[in-house]
């Protein structure tokens, strides 16, 4: 009898272990595996629309006939930009680490305007914070839009604009691809 309850325990605590790295590890694998993909297809630092697959590859709950254009960004080496130019409407930006792990998010009403621009920069370490508290450095004017910092070196900025039926979404794609992302340019000397 104890034999029989000592591995019926055994197979509860396997199955719970299965369910718990299952639920917490392999989301944010797959997201990062499907991440670096679309960064090998269309390079870091770039800007650029889904196709409906792809769109579907990545987050499937997504209706397939919205527009949803992603920044790829690398900030490992420095700052990235992106800037936002999206045509009238309901829509979502969200900024993803590849982790899967949303930093930041806003729609058209928290916004109050359909461009504006993101500076993406790495977040300090814990060094590097006790090091910029110690100097007392002056914070510099920050322009017109949001500043993010990523724990992850890699990430994506997600743009998702919903259209009614699915012959707007050309329409709709040709605008949000106005957007861009790019490296930010190295402070002067």
């Not at 679309?38 to 209706?63: T, V, Y």
């Amino acid at each position: 009898m104890k034999k029989h309850l000592f591995w019926l325990l055994v197979a509860v605590v396997a199955g719970v272990l299965a369910h718990t790295a299952f639920a917490l590890f392999v989301p944010g694998w797959w997201f990062s595996r499907e991440v670096g993909k679309l960064a090998e297809a269309h390079g870091r630092n770039s800007f650029f629309i889904l196709s409906p697959q792809e769109q579907a590859k990545l987050f499937p709950g997504l209706p397939r006939f919205g527009v949803t254009g992603v920044c790829l960004f690398d900030v490992g080496k420095g700052n990235v930009t992106f800037a936002a130019d999206l045509p009238d409407g309901f829509w979502i930006t969200t900024i993803y680490t590849d982790k899967a792990e949303a930093i930041y998010s806003v729609n058209n009403r928290q916004s109050g305007a359909n461009s504006f621009t993101v500076s993406l920069s790495r977040a300090p370490g814990l060094i590097e914070q006790i090091i910029k508290a110690t100097e007392k450095e002056a914070i510099a004017d920050i322009d017109s839009g949001w500043t993010v910092t990523s724990p992850e070196p890699r990430g994506i900025a997600v743009v998702w604009y919903p259209t009614p039926e699915i012959g707007l979404r050309s329409i709709a794609a040709e605008q949000v691809a106005r957007s861009r992302c790019m490296a930010a340019a190295a402070p002067q000397s």
